[in-house]
């Protein structure tokens, strides 16, 4: 029976330093992981190929890439449209209109939303499951597990993130199995702070994430559906292509919805007029006011183009 040691990795300060901290300890058969979401900026994937070139560099195996699939999932759901939704009283305008949006793309995030016919959301946030935790397990831990191999998932989580995260702990058997396999999650930088992370970049003389530079204070999707309004803001100043993307999906994914709405950020209640009007440009909008959202704050509206905005210092 081996031990694999399954590193999953995000680009993002934490799991980078993780990263680190792995290579400085050399565990025994080390593979890290990211799973690609679809809802990435191009500077992250940039960034996962520059920390994937510096470890074959170190003599370590190059980061793994792992997607979600959801074809046979959106095929079933169009099955479904074509058969069932007349019996519960749609209309056929709307049942060909689903159908026809119920084609794969490739894109896990988007696929994932046009099968539920909806965006996740901060109460039903079933994105990191189905996006990062499910294709590393499927693809990844378990033919490991069912080869009898023992499997170390190395998780870049901190307790100060939030209060769900503060009562994890640093080790925890997650799972044993009938062939006596055991899973274990491991969390080793579980009491660090965000400035021990960058504090072991430069340790290594290993660069941040450039987005950290560019006011974004979490790394993964861009934009996340928990995004803070600075951060949105930013995102809407620099990067207007990821703007257009997500009103784009928005449409596609209202396009496969049986209520003909969807929206990014999640209504806040179950008002019925929000699928229609809350959209990815409404919070845009919003983002550019000041506190209260009533009025438009010029500065915070100011394009300041390529200068350095950081919430975590790094600007100095």
């Known amino acids: 029976m081996s031990e694999h040691n399954v590193l999953s990795f995000s680009g993002g300060k934490d799991s980078t330093a993780m990263l ?18 679809g809802n990435e900026h191009q500077i992250t994937y940039d960034y996962v190929e520059y920390v994937s070139d510096w470890m074959v560099a170190k003599g370590l195996p190059p980061i793994r890439t792992v997607k979600a699939d959801f074809a046979r999932q959106i095929d079933g759901k169009r099955e479904y449209v074509l ?27 988007l696929d994932l939303c046009v099968w539920k016919g909806r965006f996740p959301s901060s109460k039903v946030a079933f994105c990191s499951q189905e996006l990062k935790q499910f294709p590393i397990i499927n693809q990844v831990q378990k033919p490991l597990l069912d080869a009898g191999d023992d499997v170390i998932s190395w998780q870049g989580v901190r307790r100060d993130e939030s209060l769900r ?8 058997l997650k799972q044993t199995f009938e062939n006596g396999s055991e899973l274990w999650n491991y969390r ?33 999707c861009m934009p996340c559906i928990n995004c803070r309004k600075d951060e949105l803001l930013e995102i809407s100043k620099r990067f207007p292509e990821v703007i257009e993307r997500i009103r784009n999906w928005e449409q596609a994914v209202k396009s496969a919805s049986k209520r003909q709405g969807a929206t990014f950020f999640a209504a806040p209640s179950d008002d019925s007029e929000w699928s229609a009007t809350q959209t ?27 200068v350095c905005s950081s919430i975590y210092g790094l600007c100095e």
């Open 20 to 37: 680190l901290l792995a290579y400085e300890r050399m565990p025994d058969n080390l593979q890290v992981v990211m799973a690609d979401t």
């Open 83 to 109: 058969t069932k939704w007349a019996d519960k009283g749609v209309p056929q305008e709307a049942i060909d209109r689903a159908a026809a949006a119920l084609v794969a793309t490739g894109n896990p995030f």
């Open 165 to 172: 995260r503060s009562l994890l702990p640093m080790n925890e």
């Open 188 to 220: 080793p930088i579980i009491e660090w702070t965000a400035a021990d992370c960058f504090d072991m970049h430069k340790k290594h003389g290993i660069d941040p994430n450039p987005l950290y530079k560019m006011g974004m204070g979490r790394v993964g």
């Open 280 to 306: 990815i440009d409404v919070f845009v909008e919003w983002s550019k006011t000041k506190r209260g959202g009533r009025l438009y704050d010029m500065f915070r509206m100011q394009n300041d183009g390529p």
